[in-house]
């Protein structure tokens, strides 16, 4: 990666790439989930148990999704931790049919939750209650109070009722969490750029050594681009330099 690159990366010029974490229980639905998420002409005609973890990559218009598709089976489980320091975001489906293996859910995603690579990580998680369509399935929010998910307090999450093999609910989920990647990115970008600017008005200070530079980084703390123009021409035209504008 050349210079222009990382500095292009760095104020958040280049498009998003996002690692998602897809994890649940085996027989949950993850596997056609991820396989609605597919142009209909790739899309497989049968799933079959995944061993292991599977890689698929998506695209939109602002992000850049790689989904690991992780094996619920117990004897795979405990592989999931080793991609939670790389994730962006995660997808937790659960069968809300089956009420018998809710507690080993609850049990998993605690597990998860308190591992030390995603406790306290604003990292937003998605929860699928998949399978609606079934006569003995519990509602959203029936799961949603099974799992205690209201005592997540330090990230962002949201729950979608879905139908996995005709697609249902899914577009919802991935609205939110589109949105939520990308008003987190914004964020960071913005923060970033301020850092950048920080760091720029402090060499240049170091350079000019004038009193009047004290005042852009004033400037750069309320966030006025055109102040921060005027201050730094005021010094250029001290010694005899040629002024500068700033661009959108």
């Known amino acids: 990666m050349g210079l222009l690159d990382k500095l292009s990366g760095w104020l958040g010029l280049r498009k998003k790439e996002v690692n998602v974490l897809c994890l649940g229980l085996d027989n949950s639905g993850k596997s056609t989930i991820i396989n ?3 142009p209909a002409n790739t899309q ?3 799933i079959v148990p995944t061993i292991g973890f599977s890689i698929e990559k998506f695209k939109s218009s602002s992000l850049s999704f790689t989904v690991f598709d992780m094996s619920g089976q117990s004897r795979y489980r405990s592989l999931w931790e080793h991609y939670y320091k790389e994730s962006h975001a995660v997808i937790f489906v659960i069968d809300s049919s089956d009420k018998l293996r809710m507690v080993v859910t609850k049990e998993e995603l605690d597990t998860f939750l308190n591992h030390e690579d ?7 998680v998605l929860f699928f209650a998949n399978k ?10 029936k799961v949603s109070q099974m799992l205690c998910l209201e005592n997540i307090k330090d990230k962002p999450w949201h729950i979608c009722a879905s139908n996995a093999v005709r697609g249902e609910g899914l577009q919802e989920g991935l609205d939110w969490l589109q949105g939520t990647l990308s008003a987190q990115h ?9 850092n950048f600017l920080n760091m720029f008005v402090f060499l240049f200070f170091y350079t000019c050594r004038s009193n009047y530079a004290v ?3 004033m400037v750069l703390d ?4 055109f102040d921060l123009s005027f201050s730094l021409n005021r010094i250029l035209n001290r010694r005899g330099h040629t002024p500068f504008q700033f661009y959108q």
């Open 118 to 124: 995603i406790r306290g990580k604003r990292i937003p």
């Open 215 to 217: 005042s852009m980084v």
């Open 186 to 194: 914004t964020a960071h970008i913005t923060t970033t750029k301020k």
């Open 132 to 141: 609606m369509d079934l006569q003995d399935a519990m509602s959203s929010v």
């Open 36 to 38: 609605q998420l597919k």
């Open 222 to 225: 309320c966030g006025s681009r």
């Open 44 to 46: 497989a005609q049968e």
